[in-house]
Nanobody, 125 residues
Framework: QVQLVESGGGLVQAGGSLRLACAAS????????MGWFRQTPGKEREFVAA????????FYADSVKGRFTISRDNAKNMMYLQMNSLKPEDTAIYYC??????????????????WGQGTQVTVSS
């Protein structure tokens, strides 16, 4: 049974940093992409960043490029999102997700098969 468990959310002032972690278990993720999405009440789930599990290719939403960095540790089955220069508009529940690389549309939530329960990130102004 695949499990994705996020951690690291919290409250931070604008300009600060947080590091989210996603612990993955239950299968091997070769030929998978792992992603981070976020969602605020009343809005669609929004793509943030993704990474190819095998070769480490990264993808970012324009809104976070240059501020957020996605990475993974294959040996530990962990994925991370380092978030710097946080803004109040980054406030959301952040979810990690996994989906097979073949046919996956990186920015589309429906392309991902597995989801974590989410972790709240709140950025105060």
């Amino acid at each position: 049974q695949v499990q994705l468990v996020e951690s690291g959310g919290g409250l931070v002032q604008a300009g600060g940093s947080l590091r989210l972690a996603c612990a993955a278990s239950g299968r091997t993720f070769t030929n998978y992409r792992m992603g981070w999405f976020r969602q605020t009440p009343g809005k669609e789930r929004e793509f943030v960043a993704a990474i190819s599990w095998s070769i480490g290719t990264t993808f970012y939403a324009d809104s976070v490029k240059g501020r957020f960095t996605i990475s993974r540790d294959n040996a530990k089955n962990m994925m991370y999102l380092q978030m710097n220069s946080l803004k109040p508009e980054d406030t959301a529940i952040y979810y990690c997700a996994a989906g097979p690389t073949r046919g996956l549309v990186v920015v589309a939530p429906k392309s991902y098969d597995y989801w974590g329960q989410g972790t709240q990130v709140t950025v105060s102004s």
